[in-house]
């Protein structure tokens, strides 16, 4: 804890010597004490710590929620080409098969009732 002081302090009068040779103060002492101080994890969070935070997580949930819907929408893309792929293939079999096995008595739409 004794050279986080002696640090703060070094860096305080850095501050006071750089103001006092250019005559121009760009921070108050304490605001460079506060500046410099690191908070304490039980010590409460600003509002602007608090809504930084926020901020952060939800473009970080928003982006994630992108990620997801972009990838669900291209496997189910992939998906719905798969399967009419699978159903071309299906109904050209079908097809094939009815033509071999038609012998010309009956109408070929007999073969298809099933869908009617």
């Known amino acids: 804890m004794a050279w986080r002081q002696l640090f703060l302090i070094s860096c305080l009068s850095t501050v006071v010597l750089l103001s006092s040779v250019k005559e121009k103060i760009f921070m108050q002492e304490s605001d460079a004490l506060n500046f410099l101080k690191k908070r304490s994890k039980r010590s409460p ?10 901020r952060q997580k ?20 992939f998906v719905e080409e798969q399967n009419d792929e699978q159903e071309e ?3 050209e079999a079908v097809e094939q098969w009815r033509q071999w096995h038609y012998d010309g008595l009956y109408p070929s739409h007999l073969y298809n009732r099933h869908h009617i």
């Open 45 to 54: 969070r600003s509002r602007d710590e608090v809504n930084a935070e926020n």
């Open 58 to 77: 939800l473009r970080a949930d928003e982006l994630r929620r992108e990620y997801h819907e972009e990838q669900r929408n291209e496997f189910e893309n």
């Open 89 to 91: 293939r299906s109904r």
